[in-house]
């Protein structure tokens, strides 16, 4: 099935890949060497089980690559990190400063309280540090429709259309999820708007073979930029203020407090 869909696509969508493709070449441009770098919901790998030399090369190019998860029994068999803490975002068991890039692929969805985990990345960010993250778009119409859905429907199908194993799937909030979303929080949590990319991924529709016409159709409609909207996925690259200017602002903020 999956040959027909890759067939498929080329004809219908040729401009169309996988987003976790775009996601890796973000963080191939960021990861610098020696850095130290954090992945939030790091479970057992970081891309997908094909990309796995790509995501050797990026840890490997760290100074000091850790992940963070709340599922132990997922994380202890992560393919590249060795350095693995199980931990709540919310509280993050690091000293103040100690990373410059900490990263999210598919987690902040699943975030009760995103603004209290950009609380805690800001916290052990250095100054100039990113937070580089990927996640649906929760204005996607399939996401719409999901986010309708019980849990344990959506549960079944990850299982038909991903392969994906039912302790694999988590319950989602969508609560980090747009433009306008992540604009506000961002700005409201003291970081700096970088990048805020809507891009499409493959369909999710792909091992269902010739049935995945219909949202290949879609997707291309959808590239056009007057429905980036409705893009099924964001990648957004998040910066720490330098701390001249979070003292300048924190200064500005006491001078013009009431007495």
């Not at 004809?11 to 987003?19: G, K």
């Not at 796995?52 to 709340?70: I, K, P, S, T």
Request: net charge positive; glycine share 2%.
């Amino acid at each position: 099935m999956y040959r027909i869909y890759w067939t498929l696509q080329k004809i219908i969508a040729p401009s169309l890949r996988y987003s976790q493709y775009e996601y890796r070449e973000v963080l191939d441009n960021c990861i610098q060497r020696s850095c130290r770098w954090l992945d939030l919901g790091c479970g057992h790998e970081l891309f997908g089980r094909w990309m796995l030399e790509q995501e050797r090369e990026l840890v490997n190019r760290c100074l000091h690559a850790v992940g963070v998860d709340l599922d132990f029994v997922q994380m202890k068999s992560h393919r590249t990190i060795r350095d693995l803490v199980a931990a709540d975002a919310q509280r993050l068991p690091f000293i103040d400063r100690y990373f410059d890039v900490v990263t999210a692929n598919m987690v902040v969805e699943h975030l009760t309280k995103p603004l209290d985990v950009l609380a805690e990345i800001q916290r052990v960010l250095r100054p100039c540090g990113l937070f580089i993250f990927h996640t649906p778009n929760r204005i996607a119409p399939s996401i719409r429709l999901a986010r309708h859905m019980p849990y344990a429907v959506n549960r079944k199908f990850a299982h038909i259309l991903e392969n994906r194993p039912a302790e694999d799937v988590y319950p989602t909030y969508y609560r980090l999820n747009d433009v306008v979303c992540v604009q506000q929080m961002a700005l409201a949590s003291g970081f700096d708007v970088l990048d805020l990319r809507q891009i499409n991924s493959s369909a999710v529709t792909a091992a269902l073979g010739p049935l995945a016409i219909p949202e290949l159709l879609y997707l291309r409609v959808i590239s056009s930029e007057r429905f980036r909207h409705l893009r099924t996925n964001i990648i957004a690259v998040l910066r720490k203020p330098d701390a001249s200017r979070s003292e300048a602002q924190e200064s500005l903020v006491r001078r013009d407090t009431p007495r």
